[in-house]
Structures are given as structure tokens and as C-alpha cells.
């Protein structure tokens, strides 16, 4: 299957007979698809921890709808101004667990000291301070709100992911390609099942600032990885509108025999921008009483927890860690 | 028997069943190497004269459902085309063509004629309409004037004939009479005119014929020929010129003849005839109407949407070989040549840049998809809704470009020798279908079809390319008539070699222009036609003058007389036309 | 039903002394006789026929009641008519003999009902189907001759055919056939004030401008098209006569305009064809209790079934013939699923006509439903004991509830009854040695 991957693609490289008598072979004229690998990515959200224990033994954080079902009074709170506002003292996810992520700062960047994950063969320091800041918030749970909308997201044509692999010789075993995360503006086709169709073409989005950094990768026995890498994608859910973006991010796709990929990307995540969606804007349209939570408390959360990007002035951090899954089938990734 | 067309269910009856799987009586004559097309410098040679020719009957035709649209286009504006459904138009030996000829107007298709007619009505003659459709302002609510100005103007362009004076003054009183009620001139036009188009003369196209006064026998007039040519060549009603042409008798000379007959076939509205013809001989009617379903959860990407470009796709390829590239028809099945939208860039695994419309596509050299049988069009339409059908793929291929007919199931076939427990497991279509191998009274006809159709399971119910079926890896090997062939480029390069095929699209294209199966007085013409068309290396433009231009087409035994229709003009297939519709 | 006799000479004689009369008011149910079976001037209410076919037959075995008469068994194939069987006569061990033709499958069985021939090809149609043949008798007053409708979306599937080469084409869309009856043609008896579209009255003598045209033209052609041009002119009457009718409004008491069907989603597969022929069959009996046609034919599969499971890929029809015969249970269990579904599909349809109530009693009193497929077991294509069922009372023309055994004779005897029945002056149907002049006498009342 990946063979006959390669050939769809190298078919465009085609040029030679069929011509009839009189007739000149046209070219192809959608060149720019040979020995590379394309995806689109069908499904995404966070990435959860196993957590052994109790993950949040002092509950999870209060929004509007839990103070007004407790009988209490809402805190004042201003999403344009979060630290205006007395801390509601809401509780960070700190308990332990394993996580099939990447220890991201083991290069030794300069961060802030955090509480990592267990990798799945038990190796430590696995990064994902967004999940210590946001994992005793109900909307973020899983199963819950922000999960949907955001799987969603990716269908929808709200956020649109592709995923180019070039430089590809191997399938299934190469040790040096190229890869580029980039948003579109276009909504990926969906069949007649509601699915994400293979092998659709989508364009990159026009404007550069979308076009992830170019990374090294390999793939060993069909599972890709690559990174570090800077990706920032364009976000426009409901009226939810900005960029979510990563920098020094690494993916890991394992890519099936049918081509489909699932994976994770994981990354650091500007803490001013984290909470611009789901604080300032999130905030101002309900997304308190649906999620679950008080702009002061959510930035807070966020920058007690974030744990790269560390300003040497200040000593506080001002990205966080991040870890997403990824669902992704083949789609030809037009540059 | 008709013309070339070889009835295999014909030769079953004499040679009882087990004949059926001989290739000789599907293949028939000896093979032949096909003669490279000339080039297009090349100066043909000297023409033999055509044989004499004692052509078939003349019979009125229904307009099918898109000349009824191309008409009312051309007449009363792009606009007044209203949509919905119409009565099926009928498939008899295989054309839709053959089969307007044979039908009528069932009281459920006239309920539809005349609401459509209606709506028609409305839209051309709506304020924003009226004044491209009627020429002259209306005095008064009553203007007998105006009104008959455009009811004989309209008249004399969907009746294709001009109209007596007698005739635009009934028409006229009805839209007086409308008028003067509902206090409205247009409003009276809209009656008059939505009956004019209930007139079994515009829903039917008369051919008429008259004593040929030079040589004797029957002619189509002058005027019909003016239809007879139009709606072959541009698939809707005649233009003014040629209009005017038949009025004034030039239609019955053969200079005045060959004149429009150059005119018309170097128009570009040539394409839509030729993808009418094409449309209609390959059955993507049933795509028009929608008739064309497959599972959603099986194939999640086919779409209407998806299956709509399909067959335009494949009507683009047919457009671009044989009208723009004025090429050889064969080349058909071996083309890599091909055009994409991003929809179809699904179905074929295909980058598309475009994110709107078309673009041309070439497949690679070690490709599968060579040529039309590997379209999505045509795999898909033989297809069941869940599965691929060799069967289906193997009988049309037989039928539609060898017009070879291939026989129903006899009734009393026994069915048990598919009681294995085994069978039901076996997961490629090859293996299921070798029960029908093991079984005489369906090994003959099975023979003939099934291995045509196994060359194309590389791809599935929707045409989607795949190398395996529930795990197991597809052989696509086989032969027809003898050739052998590894895979579909194989099969596609075999049929373009088959001797059959050329004589065959030749009588497909004959039957299609004169509404009929050919009559035994047309046989040697046709054979000659069948010798033009290789000569001239398989061109459709010089076949479709070779048709026109000939007795087969300008002249008839007379009208077609009911007693002996059914059966002169009958094939075994007939079923077709109705009772096997859409169903196996 | 009890219902007031009181008043209703009295409203009579206020009708008859001309005050406040509209012709849109509809009647009442107190103008009804005593029984609710006919109207107090003496008109009955009107009698219509349907047919409901199914593909691929049934598994003999399973599906042939043991006992004969009033009080038949029923054996699990026949199990969804449950609390029906009074109200359905199952008619078993009719059959087709061939005189020498082919057997040609999944049409020889329904046209040899039908038609009472034998076709020599495939496709054939050697007589008007009987559909055909009785709407003369009792659908020429309405708007509508007759309702086709195809339950899997195929138009060309209809069985309901003057010949070859006319087949009056099936509705496959709900929603279109809704519109066709109940849209702008429709007079909505619960309009008083109705008056007749001054257009309506155009539109007649307009139409009788394009007959007198059509006169002229078939002195022009030869036999073969003449006769075409004579089913055109047929059409033409039989639209006349819905302009005729559409002049007044329905004047019926069971008449109510429905509301449109909300949706629909057309496919071959059960589900769809299941829903679609839900809808179908709601805006027939809207239209009958309306009487805008008194003839209808539902083909809820086709001769050769391409139902299917949604994600199956293997349809009923191929399933008889690719399926194995259990060996234990004596049947093929997928491809009887279906024929199951079909006949529990033929059950609710009969089951809806007999809960539409209209008169003392229901719609199905009214009719008379021919259910068939066009062959026993599908795997051998048999054409001996076709499965055929008559539905309801035809309003008292037939007696119900009977099994009646063939015992090989031909199905034309079925057709036959049908006809007399409904008042065709036929003395026999069928030809050849499907020639019968003899009908089913225990169903005649």
C-alpha cells in the first residue's frame, strides 16, 4: 500500500507515452508531489496522561455555573485584565503519570523546573505543563467540551492541519526526510460518512507566517519523527479566531498500512497566546460557564505551569509545554 | 439479422449452451492487425463509390430529455429551462436513441410534459424574460398583432416546420382568449405557449418522407432533414440557417446538403452531440438521474457529486481524442490522457491544484489507469452498490463496444452448485465466479464476460484502485478472444486491437443517428462505412459525414408500419429497454 | 360507529334550500347511510386497487399456511400479517406454465400475473397490465389514473405497463409525489370559499387546441407511429380529465390535506427503502381518501431485489442465488431475511390501510390490494406456487380472510377474480393455456 502511495504520487513524474499520432505528451501539470508523503489531519485534541491516582484530590476548578450551584457569590473577574482579579485559587493537576510524549527540554534549554510525565518505556521527564495547568478544569476533561469542539475543528475547515513528509526514498524505513506542519484554508473532504477522505489535494495556506519550520526526520518501520520544529496554525472556531502555534515541537506519526497515520504533536505554546483563545476570547462568549473556569484562575494556572521560553529578567517562564494526538490520513499536500 | 451485430443468444439457440463460451462465435473473423493511424498530412486515396442501399423505415421520435432541455435553451433562453424529472426515456438495443422511436407518452409522463411546460411557460415570459422571447410591445392587454408575431415565430422553431396562417390563428384566439380572462397579454402568451409545448408535434420529432422525384423511391424532406441533422449534430432543434435551409428545399441536394453538413460539424456545438452519443451508448443516463448509489459505508468517498465528474471526465477524454485532437477513436482504450477535479482527485489518488474545476492529467507510463474502461465512470456505473461486478463490467464491455449480445440467465438454471460452504468464503471475485466456470449451463456465457470483467477488479465498486480483495491479491490476468492480457492496460490495448471494434462503434453511431437498428438493405452500405472509418484511422468527424451524407440517413423504405416493427427492428436484448433496467 | 341521525335531513333540506352552499364545504359524516359504507344520495364511497410487490419470492416450506379457508394458519414467513389474517386471503400454488416460452427470471412470474401471458423475451409487456385494465373501470374519475411508486428510488421500476414500451414511471421521491397531488393542483377541501383556478379553465380549452392538432398529425404517419401518437391522445384525455376534476374540490369526509413528509433519503438499501415506502404509502392513502386516484402500484423491491443491509455488499437477489442453503435449517437465512422484511413491510402496508379509518370502517374495507413477488423460491427462479395476497374487502365485493389453494392452476384465475370484482367486464384473462374463464369463487361475494 505504501508502494502503490509512492507510485500516486510519482505519477505525476509520468510524461512518456500515450501520445496519439500527431499529438505531443502533455505535461502533468501538477508536478511537485514526487517522493514525498502527505497527510491531513482528521482528528486532534490533548493528549491525557494516565494518572495512577486521584488526579485533582481537591476537585476541579469553579466557573459561574459552580459558584451559582454552591450558592456563592461569583468572583469579579476580568478576562481582558485576569491579574486584576484576587487568585481563586484553583488547583494545578500535579499528580504523577505516564504519557507517550517527549522529554522536550533535554537538549537543556532554559526553562522553569516542573514535575514531567513517565514515558511509556519509563523514561522521565516527559513535558506537558499545559495538562498540569488545565487538568482539573471540567471542559478539558476528556470527553468533555473543548475535546469536541476542537476534534471538530480540524473536520471543519475551523483549523486545518497538513503534514508534508519530502525527501522521501523509503516509506517505511528512511532516515532523512524533510517535514513542514502548515495550516490551509481549505476544508478537507469529507465522504459520504461524515470520515475524512484519503487522498484529497489541499493547498497550504497562502500566508507564510502558517508555514511551519522545516525539520529533519526519520522513519523507522513506518513510525516518522521529526522535530524540533516551529508550527502555527490558523484558528478559527465559532468565534474563537487566532493561531495556536508551538515552538521546538516534535511529531511522532506511526503510519498504518492504509496509509492513515495517528500520532502526537508536542510542543511549546506561547502562554500569552493559550490564553488569548481559551481565556480573553473563550471567556468573553460563555466559555467560563461551558469550560468551567475564571479568567484569573485560568491565567494564573498557566503561568505558574509554563516551563520554556524562560525571560532571564523576570525568571518566569512564558511557554508551556504541551502534548496533542493527531489523527491524519494521506492527502497530497499542494505547496 | 441487423446489420454486423453478432447474437450470441442467436448462435446459443442453434448450438445449444456449452457454444456460448466458444470465442468464435463471440471474436468471430479472423484477426487483424489494426493499420496505424495515418498521419494528418497522409492524402487518402481515391474512395470507392458506396454500395446501393435500400435504407430502413422512418419513425417519428420522442426528444429526450436533453434535447427537450437544448430546445427550449435554444428557443426561449437558457433561463426558461426549468428543472425536473421527465418519463424515462427508454433504452431499446442498447440506445436510448433506438428507443425514442418506440415510445410514447404514458399519462404520467404528459402530467410531467405539462407541468413542465407550464413552468417553462412562466419563465420565459416572466418580467425579466419577456422582452429577449417576445420581439414586439404589446398595445394593449389584447394585441392579436404581437401575439401572433411571436406565437408563429416560436411555433416555427419548436414545431421545426413553418406554421399555416390557420394554425397561428387558433394559437392566438387561445392567448386572446387567456389574455382578455387573467387581464394580462404575457399571461396569455404563457397559456398558449405551455400548450405548444405539449403538442405531440414538438415532443415529437416527425420525420417526414416524399417521392424522391430524380430517383424514385422514398426521401426524407428537405425540412426534415433539417432536424434529422440537427439533432444528431447539435442535439437540439435547428438553427435559423438551417431552418431556413430546409425550408427553401437545399436539404434534399446533396451540395446543399454537404454545405450545412460541413458547417454544422465544425461548429463547436459538435460537443454536445458527440457527448450525447456517447452518454448514451455508455448508459450515463443512469448518472444523470441519479441513479447511480453506493454505500456510505463501504465507499465513504463516491458522491454524487463525485460520480457527476466522473462522467464528465470521461466525456472530456472522449471530447478531446476524437474532436480536438481529431483522433483515433481506439486510442480510446489505450489513452493515459485524462482530466481532474479535486473530487475525482479522490477517487483516483490524484493531486488536483485546482480547488475549482478542471485540469488535464496525465497518467505514468506504468500506471493502471490506461484508457476509458479504467474510468470511475464506467466501473462504477457496473458496479452493485456494495461490490464490483465482473460480470456486469464483462457484459457491457461485449455488448456496448463489440455489440455482441450477451444472453439473460437461462430461467431454469440450477442454482445449487453454489450450495458450497466454501464459495461463500472465497475472498477474491475470481474465485466466487469459478463456480459459474464449473457449471456447463453457465460456464458459455460466464466465459464471455467474466474474464473481461476480472481484468478491471484492480479497481473497485466506485472505481477506486486497490491490489488486493479482503487480503488476497487480485489476478487480472485473462484473455479476450484469444488475445491475452496481464492486467487492465492489457485488456484496454486487446479490445483497442479487437477487429470488432471499429465496425462496431460504426454501427452504434449509425443506429444512434437513424433512431434504428439497421435493416438488411443497409447492410453492404454499412460494411463499406465500416472500411471508410478504418481508412480514415478511426476519425468520428469523417464517420459522422459518411453517415449523414448517405442514402442509409437522407432516405426510407417509408414509415415504419406497426405489424412488423416490433420484430424487424427487434434484438434479443430489447429487455434492456425495460425489463432488466437498473436491476441485474 | 353511532353516529346522529338527527339532523341530517335537516341540514339536507338547508342545503337543498340553497343557503349559504358552498361547493368547497366537505361532507359531513352525517350524510353517510346508517352503515358508513355509502353516501345518503347513494353513491358509495368509491373502491380502489393497489398493487404491492416484492422481489424474490419466499421459502414454500415456510410460507404456505397448512390449513385452507377462514381460520388459516400462519407459518413464520407469514407471521408479521398477525391479527391481519381476517382481513388478507393468502392464495398459494398458483402458478405459470410456460407453454414452451422461456422462463425468463424475475419477470415471466409478475407478467404472467399481470398480464396473464407469457412473455417470449425479456422485457416484454404482450398485454396491459392489469393495474392498467382496471383503472379503466374505476380511475377514470379521478385526477390521478393511478399512482405508481418504487420504494428503492428507480423510476423505470414499475410493473404497471400499457405494453413494451410504455411503463407508466414510479414516483421514488415522497416528497415529489406530495407535491404532484397535494401541491398547486390540489383543492384543499378545507377551503370554503374554493374557486377554480380561472388558468384551470384556460389550460382546458387550450389542451383541446393541441388535440385537435394531434388529429391533423396522425393523418400523416404510418401504422407504427399512429399507434404511438393514439397512447399520446389517451394521455391527453386522462389529463383532461384531471383538469376536469381539479375544477372541484374533493368531497370526501375522510379527506384531509397532510402535511408534506419531512424528509426523505432515497436508496436501495432495507433501511432507506423501508422510510421511503413509509412516505410513499402516507401520501397514496392521503390522496385515495381524497380520491385523487383509486389505483395504485408499489414496488417496494424489484424483481431482482437489490435490497441490502446498509454496509453489506451483497444484495437480496444475488443473495439467492450466491447464499448457501443452510443445511439445517433448510433455508438461506440471509437472503430470507429479506424476503422476511418484505412481507413484514407488506403487512404494515396493509396494516395502515386497515387503521385509516374512513366511513364505519377503515380504507382497507375500500380496497383491494393485490400482494405478489414474481417467484416462490428465487434461488431456482420458480414460477410454481407464486406467493399472492389479496388485502381487504373491496367494499364487499370479496370476502376476506380465506386461504385459498391452487394446487397448480394458473395465477390468471387470481387476476380474474380481481377484475370481476372490481367490475370489469371481462369473462376471461390470459392466454394460452394461462387462459382462464373461470374466477376464484370463494373470494367473489
Known amino acids: 500500500m505504501a508502494a502503490l502511495l509512492l507510485a500516486a504520487c510519482g505519477g505525476s513524474g509520468g510524461g512518456g507515452s500515450g501520445g496519439g499520432p500527431g499529438s505531443s505528451p502533455t505535461p502533468t501539470p501538477t508536478p511537485g508531489f514526487e517522493r514525498s508523503l502527505g497527510f491531513v489531519v482528521s482528528s486532534f485534541g490533548l493528549l491525557f496522561p494516565e494518572v495512577a491516582g486521584e488526579a485533582c484530590p481537591a476537585g476541579l476548578a469553579m466557573g459561574p455555573v459552580e459558584y451559582a450551584a454552591a450558592g456563592l457569590a461569583v468572583p469579579p473577574d476580568d478576562c481582558g485584565d485576569p491579574l486584576s482579579a484576587p487568585p481563586p485559587g484553583f488547583p494545578a493537576m500535579l499528580a504523577p503519570g505516564s504519557l507517550d510524549g517527549f522529554d522536550l527540554d533535554a537538549g537543556g534549554a532554559a526553562g522553569c523546573t516542573h514535575e514531567g510525565f513517565t514515558g511509556p518505556d519509563g523514561s522521565a521527564g516527559i513535558d506537558d505543563q499545559l495538562w498540569r495547568a488545565i487538568g482539573c478544569i471540567r471542559g478539558f476533561q476528556e470527553g468533555d467540551i473543548v475535546g469536541g469542539v476542537v476534534d471538530a475543528a480540524v473536520r471543519d475547515g475551523s483549523m486545518t492541519i497538513l503534514v508534508d513528509v519530502r525527501d522521501v526514498d523509503d516509506p517505511r524505513n528512511d532516515d532523512d526526510v524533510t517535514v513542514q506542519v502548515f495550516a490551509s484554508r481549505e476544508t478537507p473532504p469529507s465522504g459520504g460518512d461524515g470520515s475524512v477522505l484519503p487522498w484529497g489535494t489541499l493547498a497550504i495556506d497562502p500566508d507564510p507566517r502558517f508555514h511551519g519550520s522545516e525539520a529533519h526526520g526519520r522513519i523507522v518501520d513506518g513510525v516518522l519523527e521529526a522535530g524540533p520544529m516551529d508550527v502555527r496554525l490558523r484558528l478559527n472556531i465559532q468565534i474563537v479566531e487566532g493561531e495556536l502555534s508551538f515552538r521546538g515541537a516534535r511529531l511522532r506519526l506511526a503510519i498504518g498500512s492504509g496509509g492513515a497515520a495517528t500520532g502526537g504533536l508536542h510542543g511549546y505554546a506561547p502562554v500569552d497566546g493559550l490564553y488569548d483563545l481559551f481565556g480573553r476570547q473563550a471567556g468573553a462568549i460563555g466559555g467560563k460557564e461551558a469550560i468551567g473556569y475564571l479568567c484569573s484562575g485560568l491565567r494564573r494556572l498557566l503561568d505558574e505551569q509554563a516551563d520554556g521560553d524562560r525571560d532571564p529578567a523576570s525568571g518566569s517562564c512564558r511557554s508551556i509545554s504541551s502534548s496533542w494526538r493527531i489523527g491524519a490520513v494521506p492527502a497530497f499536500v499542494a505547496r | ?584 | 360507529m353511532r353516529r346522529s341521525r338527527l339532523d341530517r335531513r335537516t341540514v339536507l333540506r338547508g342545503l337543498l334550500g340553497g343557503a349559504a352552499v358552498s361547493i368547497g364545504l366537505p361532507l359531513l359524516e352525517i350524510f353517510l347511510d346508517d352503515h358508513g359504507t355509502a353516501l345518503a344520495d347513494g353513491g358509495a364511497l368509491p373502491v380502489r386497487f393497489g398493487t404491492w410487490f416484492w422481489g424474490c419470492g419466499m421459502n414454500p416450506d415456510r410460507w404456505t399456511p397448512e390449513r385452507v379457508g377462514a381460520g388459516y394458519d400462519l407459518p413464520v414467513e407469514l407471521a408479521p400479517l398477525a391479527g391481519l389474517s381476517d382481513r388478507v386471503s393468502v392464495l398459494s400454488g398458483f402458478g405459470v406454465t410456460l407453454d414452451g416460452r422461456p422462463n425468463l427470471p424475475h419477470w415471466t412470474g409478475v407478467m404472467a400475473t399481470l398480464t396473464g401471458s407469457v412473455p417470449r423475451r425479456d422485457g416484454d409487456v404482450d398485454a396491459p397490465t392489469l393495474d392498467t385494465i382496471v383503472s379503466k373501470a374505476i380511475g377514470s374519475a379521478t385526477r390521478f389514473r393511478s399512482i405508481e411508486m418504487s420504494a428503492t428510488g428507480i423510476p423505470g421500476q414499475s410493473y404497471s405497463r400499457e405494453g413494451t414500451s410504455l411503463v407508466n414511471s414510479a414516483a421514488v421521491s415522497p416528497l415529489e409525489l406530495y407535491a404532484r397531488i397535494f401541491g398547486p393542483g390540489f383543492a384543499d377541501p378545507g377551503d370554503a370559499s374554493f374557486q377554480p383556478d380561472p388558468r384551470t379553465l384556460l389550460r382546458r380549452s387550450a389542451l383541446s387546441a393541441v388535440r385537435e392538432d394531434a388529429n391533423r398529425l396522425a393523418a400523416r404517419l404510418g401504422s407504427h407511429d399512429r399507434r404511438r401518437l393514439d397512447q399520446y391522445l389517451t394521455s391527453l384525455r386522462q389529463l383532461e380529465q384531471q383538469i376536469e376534476v381539479s375544477l372541484r374540490p374533493p368531497d370526501l369526509a375522510a379527506c384531509r390535506k397532510p402535511e408534506a413528509p419531512a424528509g426523505e433519503d432515497v436508496g436501495s438499501d432495507l433501511e432507506r427503502a423501508t422510510a421511503t415506502h413509509r412516505l410513499l404509502a402516507d401520501v397514496a392513502i392521503a390522496a385515495m381518501l381524497c380520491d385523487q386516484a383509486r389505483v395504485f402500484n408499489m414496488v417496494f423491491s424489484w424483481g431482482t431485489s437489490e435490497l441490502r443491509r446498509q454496509g453489506t455488499d451483497t444484495a437480496h437477489h444475488q443473495l439467492t442465488h450466491d447464499e448457501v442453503v443452510d443445511k439445517e435449517l433448510g433455508y438461506q437465512p440471509r437472503a430470507t431475511e429479506y424476503s422476511q422484511a418484505s412481507v413484514a413491510e407488506w403487512a404494515w402496508f396493509v396494516r395502515r390501510l386497515a387503521e385509516t379509518p374512513e366511513g364505519a370502517g377503515s380504507l382497507l374495507d375500500h380496497c383491494l390490494v393485490l400482494g405478489h413477488s414474481e417467484s416462490s423460491f428465487a434461488k431456482s427462479h420458480s414460477v410454481a406456487g407464486l406467493p399472492v395476497m389479496l388485502a381487504g374487502t373491496a367494499g364487499g365485493r370479496v370476502r376476506s380472510g380465506l386461504h385459498v389453494r391452487g394446487d397448480g392452476e394458473p395465477v390468471t384465475r387470481v387476476g380474474l377474480t380481481v377484475q370481476q370484482a372490481l367490475g370489469v367486464a371481462a369473462e376471461s384473462f390470459g392466454t394460452g393455456s394461462m387462459r382462464t374463464d373461470r374466477p376464484l369463487a370463494d373470494i367473489l361475494a
Open chain 2, 1 to 584: 439479422m441487423a446489420g454486423s451485430r453478432i447474437l450470441v443468444g442467436a448462435l446459443l439457440a442453434a448450438l445449444a449452451l456449452p457454444a456460448c463460451g466458444s470465442s468464435g462465435g463471440a471474436g468471430g473473423g479472423p484477426r487483424t492487425t489494426p493499420t496505424p493511424a495515418p498521419s494528418a498530412t497522409a492524402t487518402p486515396g481515391p474512395t470507392p463509390a458506396p454500395p446501393s442501399t435500400k435504407a430502413g423505415p422512418a419513425a417519428m421520435r420522442r426528444l429526450t430529455a436533453p434535447q427537450y432541455r437544448a430546445t427550449i435553451a435554444d428557443v426561449l433562453g437558457e433561463d426558461a429551462v426549468a428543472p425536473g424529472r421527465f418519463e424515462p426515456d427508454q433504452r431499446v438495443s442498447g440506445l436510448l436513441a433506438v428507443g425514442s422511436a418506440d415510445v410514447s407518452v404514458s399519462p404520467s409522463g404528459l402530467e410531467q410534459y405539462d407541468a413542465m411546460a407550464r413552468e417553462v411557460a412562466r419563465r420565459a415570459l416572466d418580467p425579466d424574460h419577456r422582452d429577449a422571447v417576445v420581439s414586439c410591445s404589446p398595445q394593449s392587454t389584447v394585441d392579436d398583432a404581437c401575439a401572433s408575431a411571436f406565437l408563429r415565430a416560436t411555433a416555427r422553431r419548436l414545431l421545426r416546420r413553418p406554421v399555416a396562417d390557420d394554425e397561428v390563428s387558433a394559437w392566438t384566439a387561445i392567448a386572446r382568449e387567456a389574455a382578455s380572462d387573467l387581464g394580462d397579454f404575457h399571461a396569455g402568451l404563457e397559456v398558449a405557449l405551455s400548450a405548444l409545448l405539449v403538442s405531440p408535434e414538438f415532443l415529437f420529432r416527425i420525420d417526414e418522407t416524399e417521392i424522391d422525384p430524380e430517383r424514385g423511391g422514398e426521401r426524407f424532406t428537405s425540412l426534415s432533414m433539417a432536424h434529422r441533422l440537427s439533432y444528431l449534430l447539435w442535439n437540439s432543434t435547428p438553427d435559423e440557417e438551417l431552418l431556413a435551409a430546409g425550408e427553401r428545399g437545399e436539404l434534399v441536394d446533396p451540395a446543399g446538403l454537404a454545405s450545412q453538413v460541413d458547417r454544422l460539424l465544425e461548429s463547436d456545438r459538435l460537443d454536445t452531440s458527440v457527448r450525447q452519443l456517447f452518454a448514451d451508448a455508455w448508459g450515463f443516463d443512469a448518472i444523470e438521474q441519479g441513479l447511480v448509489r453506493k454505500d456510505p459505508e463501504i465507499f465513504p468517498a463516491f458522491s454524487q457529486e463525485a460520480i457527476r465528474d466522473a462522467e464528465e471526465q470521461t466525456l472530456r477524454v472522449v471530447v478531446d481524442q476524437l474532436l480536438a485532437r481529431d483522433g483515433d477513436y481506439r486510442e480510446l482504450f489505450t489513452t493515459r490522457r485524462s482530466f481532474m477535479t479535486r473530487p475525482l482527485g479522490i477517487l483516483y489518488r490524484v493531486p488536483v491544484r485546482s480547488p475549482e474545476g478542471w485540469e488535464e492529467w496525465l497518467f505514468a507510463d506504468d500506471d493502471r489507469r490506461v484508457g476509458v474502461l479504467t474510468h470511475a465512470s464506467l466501473l462504477a456505473l457496473r458496479s452493485h452498490p456494495g461490490r464490483s461486478s465482473p460480470t456486469l463490467r464483462g457484459k457491457f464491455v461485449r455488448e456496448a463496444f463489440l455489440c455482441q449480445d450477451v444472453p439473460p440467465p437461462p430461467g431454469n438454471v440450477d442454482f445449487s452448485m453454489f450450495a458450497d460452504d466454501a464459495n461463500q468464503k472465497k475472498t477474491t471475485a475470481r474465485e466466487r465466479l469459478e463456480a459459474h466456470v464449473s457449471n456447463p449451463a453457465c460456464a458459455g456465457c460466464h466465459a464471455l464476460m467474466d474474464p473481461i470483467g476480472l481484468a478491471l477488479e484492480n479497481f473497485d465498486g466506485i472505481g477506486v484502485e486497490r491490489d488486493t480483495e479482503n487480503g488476497a491479491a487480485i489476478d487480472a490476468s485473462g484473455a479476450l478472444d484469444g488475445d491475452a492480457y496481464a492486467d487492465a492496460p492489457g485488456l484496454g490495448a486487446a479490445l483497442a486491437r479487437h477487429p470488432q471494434l471499429g465496425p462496431c462503434f460504426v454501427e452504434t453511431a449509425f443506429r444512434y443517428s437513424v433512431g434504428r437498428n439497421p435493416v438488411a438493405g443497409e447492410r453492404d452500405w454499412l460494411e463499406w462505412a465500416q472500411e471508410r472509418f478504418a481508412d480514415s484511422g478511426f476519425r468520428l468527424r469523417p464517420l459522422l459525414r459518411t453517415i449523414v451524407t448517405s442514402d442509409a440517413f437522407r432516405r426510407a423504405s417509408g414509415p415504419r408500419e406497426a405489424s412488423t416493427a416490433t420484430t424487424a427492428n427487434a434484438h434479443p436484448d430489447d429487455a434492456d429497454a425495460v425489463g432488466a433496467e437498473g436491476s441485474r
